[in-house]
């Protein structure tokens, strides 16, 4: 598959991930809601495992970057607060 063609699906669920989560009366915060991102990197990341540099040299920024993009995602996570949508309490 060529690059257009998974830059092209990548774009298509995104913006299916968007349109549920921002059309119509259902936009309360549930834990589906909380996962959509997860569960969009999971349908989108599979896209990309043939690129994946499973030895030498290139293996070790790949782990190195992807392990500082989870221990920044938990620390940004952390810095976020969160209350009901009715006001603080």
Known sequence: MSTLMHAEIVNVIVLAALLEADLGSHRKITKFRMMRPILTTAAIVPLFFGEITTHGGGLTPEVTLAAAGIVLGL?????IDMYPAGGLR
Do not use: E, F, G, R
């Not at 620390?75 to 810095?79: G, K, Q, R, Y």
């Open 75 to 79: 620390v940004a996570t952390a810095l």
